[in-house]
């Protein structure tokens, strides 16, 4: 199982109050797989997923990510876990700024073990035309597309989208859907995606539905759909 999350709990201290945010979630995703996580705001969704990314730790329980149990790790081999499997794309694409598309990529790759070829890279994403530009004279959908470029690059065993379309409107965000089915496909990615959408579950092969810091719904698709095919 490339993703197995067995029991896991996790709760935030301010002051004497604490907050109880995952209460034991079991979940469960294969190798090249898509997963959707549904849930109301401040379930739990983007802690999840900041877990299993290696950005914020568990209290307790198994996070297993491809066979290395990452609740384990030390600070040092968390960060080397990160680097080395995960890509993340958020919904504010946070591109630096006085780079351009290309050397925003760049940076990734040049850290990378085994990165992918930049300018293959760029095709895949169809940004190769606009390589040169800079984030401020992109569009939202092109600014995500160049994240998306720059979460790929490392050719990252997980694929971590917290709301990637969260900020783009109605066609934009369908080819971004498309865009994301795509890396899937071609590089085997395992994609893990938070959404407010339940449509866009369609395109998954397995949908966990968040309440209140447990997994209340989780159910395996035998049928996915192409993106450009789901209309909300
Ligand atoms: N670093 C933190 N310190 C304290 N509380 C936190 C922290 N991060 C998240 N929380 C709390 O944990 C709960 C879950 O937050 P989380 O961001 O995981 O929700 P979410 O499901 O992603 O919501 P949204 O859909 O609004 O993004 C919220 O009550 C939030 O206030
Ligand atoms: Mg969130």
Not at 18 to 29: C, E, Q, R
Not at 99 to 120: A, G, Q, W, Y
Not at 147 to 166: F, H, M, Q, W, Y
């Amino acid at each position: 199982m490339f993703i197995d999350v067995s029991n896991l709990k996790k709760s935030y201290k301010s002051g004497m109050v604490t907050t109880n945010v995952l209460k034991g979630i079991d979940m469960k995703l294969e190798k090249g797989e898509i997963g959707i996580i549904l849930g109301p705001s401040g379930s739990g969704k983007s802690t999840l997923m900041n877990i299993l990314g290696g950005i914020d730790r568990g209290d307790s329980g198994r996070v297993a990510v491809d066979g290395i149990e990452i609740n384990n790790l030390n600070d040092d081999k968390l960060t080397d876990y990160r680097r080395e499997n995960i890509g993340f794309v958020f919904q504010f694409y946070n591109l630096v700024p006085n780079l351009t598309v290309e050397e925003n990529i760049e940076v990734v790759s040049n850290i990378s073990k085994s990165p992918l070829n930049i300018d293959e890279v760029l095709a895949a994403v169809e940004m190769q035309d606009k390589k040169h530009r800079f984030p401020r004279e992109l569009s939202g959908g092109e600014q995500q597309r160049v994240s998306i470029a720059r979460a790929i690059v490392k050719n990252p065993k997980l694929l971590l989208c917290d709301e990637p379309t969260g900020a783009l409107d109605y066609l934009t965000s369908r080819s971004i859907l498309k865009l994301l089915q795509q890396v899937n496909q071609k590089y085997g990615t395992t994609i893990l995606m938070i959404t407010h959408n339940a449509a866009i579950a369609a395109m998954a092969n397995r949908v966990f539905k968040l309440r209140s810091g447990v997994i209340a719904e989780d159910t395996v698709n035998q049928i996915t759909v192409p993106a450009e095919r789901i209309e909300w």
